[in-house]
């Protein structure tokens, strides 16, 4: 009995970093787009680029992560006071037994001074 108890402690302590392996990747790169949104943001509220110009930086940046961005799970806002910046993707995670799907959104927003 002893023995069946430590194999599935075991059992459970693998599973356990089985999902840790699959599931915090994604996490950790959308945590990295979103440093790189604040960034853009900061960098292009003073700049003549246009809105399709800053798309194509966050999208550049989103590959860099391993993120496939489309152009429409980018929205890019400018106003008076700033520029904004909102990113929502999904990613496909495939586990062995059940396969996963993340949705993940990025916001920045640069208030002009």
Known sequence: ME???ALIGLLVIAAGFYVAWNMIPPYFHNYQLQ???????????????TDDDVKKLVIEKAQEEDIALKDDEVTVSRGNNGLGISVKYRIHI???VHPVDVDFAANS????I
Do not use: C, G, H, Q
């Not at 440093?35 to 680029?49: G, M, Q, V």
């Open 35 to 49: 440093d790189d949104l604040d960034d853009i943001a900061r960098r292009n509220s003073y700049t003549r680029n």
């Open 3 to 5: 023995k069946l108890k």
């Open 94 to 96: 495939e586990m062995i």
């Open 109 to 112: 927003f640069n208030k002009r």
